[in-house]
């Protein structure tokens, strides 16, 4: 089956700490591979990943993608109460390049 | 503002009614998709639309149905026969040539009584 799992599924933490998400898929075929932030209704794009071992970075989030272990990290530092989200991990496979398969997401709490 | 809008917010149904939720999106994109979220569950495709008078049933298209007469507009058919409708709906949109980045709109909470 075409999975994408995340973990932990929630998660919570203090101001100023530095959590790490993990996102792993199951494929064969693979062409990308998004982290979106979803606050409170619409998910917003933060990063796409296509190559192994590059990172990608925007302020304090990051994100970098191990094609030989399938599976992508989502980095956040300093992390702020606005920081509180879902992280949705989803993968592109490339076959039919406009489908999405979402993983069920981390919840983050970030407390004063 | 280019952006993709989704109404109604909030939707209250009958059991044995159909009702139809709307999508529209000014960024001139080519494709659209429509995703159900459930508490705890990831986003699950249901439709998309690839081109005008083009659509494909996603994952989970039983007891949905859309049309896609003009390229701004995706409107998604919530049927009598979709068993379990009480969910979170997303539309999305995105460019043809680099559709894996998709943008949401806010979505609409659809409640069954």
């Known amino acids: 089956e075409d999975k994408v799992v995340q973990s932990p599924l929630s998660l919570v933490v203090h101001e100023g700490d530095t959590v790490t998400l993990n996102c792993s898929y199951e494929v064969t075929n693979f062409r990308s591979l998004l982290w979106y932030k979803q606050e409170k209704k619409a998910p917003t794009f933060l990063f796409m990943l296509t190559s192994s071992g590059i990172e990608k970075k925007s302020g304090r989030l990051s994100s970098i993608l191990d094609k030989k272990e399938l599976s992508s990290i989502l980095n956040i530092t300093a992390t702020q109460t606005g920081d509180s989200a879902i992280y949705l991990c989803a993968r592109n496979s490339g076959g039919s390049n406009y489908k999405l398969t979402f993983g069920k997401g981390t919840l983050l709490t970030v407390n004063p | 503002d280019g952006g993709i809008t989704q109404s109604p917010k909030y939707l209250f149904r009958k059991e044995g009614q159909n009702v139809t939720l709307s999508c529209e999106q000014n960024l001139n994109h080519d494709a659209m998709y429509w995703y159900r979220q459930d508490p705890g569950q990831g986003l699950r495709l249901i439709y998309y639309?690839?081109?005008?008078?083009?659509?494909q049933k996603g994952d989970i298209a039983e007891g949905y149905s859309v049309s896609r007469e003009k390229k701004e507009s995706f409107p998604l058919t919530v049927t009598s026969a979709q068993k379990n409708p009480t969910a979170f709906y997303l539309c999305?949109?995105?460019?043809?040539?680099?559709?894996?980045?998709?943008?949401f709109g806010p979505g609409t909470r659809l409640t069954v009584l």
């Open positions: 639309s690839q081109i005008v008078n083009d659509f």
């Open positions: 999305a949109s995105s460019r043809w040539t680099d559709s894996y980045e998709q943008f």
